[in-house]
């Protein structure tokens, strides 16, 4: 009997799974082709993962516990709206630094996979997302920090979209860290890209 796979081997194989699910989709991947990608038989792949969807699985949770942590940590600190905000935005770069992939594979595919009893999380995961956004936004506009005419509902959706639509163009290693992108990013965000005059 094979031994099973070291947590680095793991790894190894879901963050190649997780390069595929990303380029070519999750329904058009076979676990054929991720296993000619990690250069084993797909036979072997199902020794450690009982289906493509464990593997996804895997994936999308590992990357929204790693998310929320950082969240979590951020939305604790009671910090003001606008140090909120920047903080949640480094932290989404950070994250899309360590899963890239695994953020692509999520803006692709949570809508239809939410559907599914397994990935039932991803919905929960959006709407904790969607409130803790919006919920900042609103204290910095009640605050005075935020304008008053700000449509909250549109700014959440473009600072959101702003933000993670990085994973289609970012590669970890770089010629700029996840918060020098994010700085930039808060620099236009915040305070516009028009010199003051």
């Known amino acids: 009997m094979t031994a099973p796979a070291s947590p680095e081997r793991r790894s190894e194989l879901l963050n190649?799974?997780?390069?595929?699910?990303?380029?070519?989709?999750?329904?058009?991947?076979?676990v054929r082709r991720i296993a000619d990608e990690v250069g084993m038989l797909a036979g072997s792949l199902y020794y450690h993962f009982d289906s493509k969807e464990s593997m996804l699985d895997e994936?999308?949770?590992t990357f929204l516990t790693e998310l929320w942590d950082g969240y979590d940590t951020v939305l604790a600190a009671g910090l003001g709206p606008r140090e909120t905000i920047e903080a949640l935005v480094t932290e989404s770069f950070r994250e899309i630094d360590r899963h890239r992939a695994a953020v692509a594979i999520y803006q692709k595919e949570a809508r239809h996979l939410?559907?599914?009893?397994?990935?039932?999380?991803l919905a929960d995961s959006q709407q904790?997302?969607?409130k803790a956004w919006l919920g900042t936004l609103e204290r910095g506009v009640a605050d005075g920090v935020f304008r008053a005419d700000l449509d909250i509902r549109l700014t959440y959706r473009f600072v959101r979209d702003t933000v993670w639509v990085a994973a289609s163009w970012y590669r970890p290693g770089g010629l700029h860290s996840p918060e020098e992108i994010a700085r930039q990013y808060l620099s236009m965000v915040l305070d516009g890209i028009a010199v003051r005059v």
Request: aromatic share 18%.
């Open 59 to 61: 994936i999308l949770s």
């Open 128 to 130: 904790k997302f969607e």
């Open 16 to 30: 190649t799974a997780a390069e595929v699910f990303a380029a070519q989709g999750y329904n058009a991947t076979t």
């Open 114 to 121: 939410a559907d599914q009893p397994r990935f039932g999380y």
